[in-house]
């Protein structure tokens, strides 16, 4: 695999949360823990704690303006994300592949003995 796993970045979108937060931001260009609560069944608290586990993920960048800080997602680290699920899902696609071949020849082999013993 040529891309390096980040655990940090595996664990900031592992959790639905911040998935459905980084799908508001995204879509909305950006928001507050403020804004973003109002979309989300959690409290504010709970939207700001989020969001620091992403911006500890670099997957979100701020900015404080007034008594709110704006939150945007940075793209190159989303690109990064991107970039790790796809290896991670090629690796995986090789390994089922492999999985199927070893099967196919299992149950070719079953249904010869059972041929012959017939």
């Known amino acids: 695999m040529s891309t390096p796993i980040d655990d940090s970045l595996w664990s900031a979108v592992g959790d639905p ?3 459905q937060m980084l799908d508001l931001l995204l879509a909305d260009g950006g928001g507050t823990a403020t804004s973003l609560s109002t979309h989300l069944p959690v409290t504010r608290q709970a939207v ?3 969001l620091g586990v992403l911006d500890r993920a670099g997957l979100v960048h701020s900015e404080q303006s007034g ?3 704006h939150y945007r997602v940075d793209d190159a680290q989303l690109a990064r994300a991107v970039a790790q699920l796809s290896a ?3 690796t995986w696609d090789a390994r089922l592949q492999r999985i199927k ?6 149950q070719k082999s079953a249904d010869q003995q059972q041929r012959e013993g017939d």
């Open 67 to 69: 008594r709110e800080r």
């Open 101 to 106: 071949r070893i099967a196919e020849t299992i």
């Open 48 to 50: 700001a704690k989020h």
């Open 88 to 90: 991670v899902g090629a």
């Open 17 to 19: 949360t911040r998935r």
